[in-house]
Nanobody, 124 residues
Framework: EVQLQASGGGLVQAGGSLRLSCVAS????????VAWFRQAPGREREGVAH????????EYLDSVKGRFTMSSDNAKKTVYLQMNSLRPEDTAVYYC?????????????????WGQGTLVTVSS
């Protein structure tokens, strides 16, 4: 059974940093991808970044490029989202999700497994 456990959210001032973690258990091979999505109040859930576990390839939402970095520690079955230079508009509940194989894009429909959200609040 695939399970995802996200953690690391919190309150930070604009310009600050946070690191989110997601433990992805239940995969027997490294043929899967993990993504971070976020959902702000009144807005659709959007894909922020994803990583292909077998080769470490990453992709990012344009608005977070250069500020967010996704990485993985395959031995720990953990992926990270390092978020720097945070802005108030980054405030949202962040979710990690996983999919078998390599989804073409970071879309909700491409991801079958979801963790609980972790709240990130960036104050101005």
């Amino acid at each position: 059974e695939v399970q995802l456990q996200a953690s690391g959210g919190g309150l930070v001032q604009a310009g600050g940093s946070l690191r989110l973690s997601c433990v992805a258990s239940g995969f027997t091979r490294d043929d899967y991808s993990v993504a971070w999505f976020r959902q702000a109040p009144g807005r659709e859930r959007e894909g922020v970044a994803h990583i292909v576990i077998r080769d470490g390839a990453t992709e990012y939402l344009d608005s977070v490029k250069g500020r967010f970095t996704m990485s993985s520690d395959n031995a720990k079955k953990t992926v990270y989202l390092q978020m720097n230079s945070l802005r108030p508009e980054d405030t949202a509940v962040y979710y990690c999700a996983a999919a078998r194989g390599v989804p073409v894009t970071i879309r909700k429909a491409d991801y079958d497994y979801w963790g609980q959200g972790t709240l990130v609040t960036v104050s101005s």
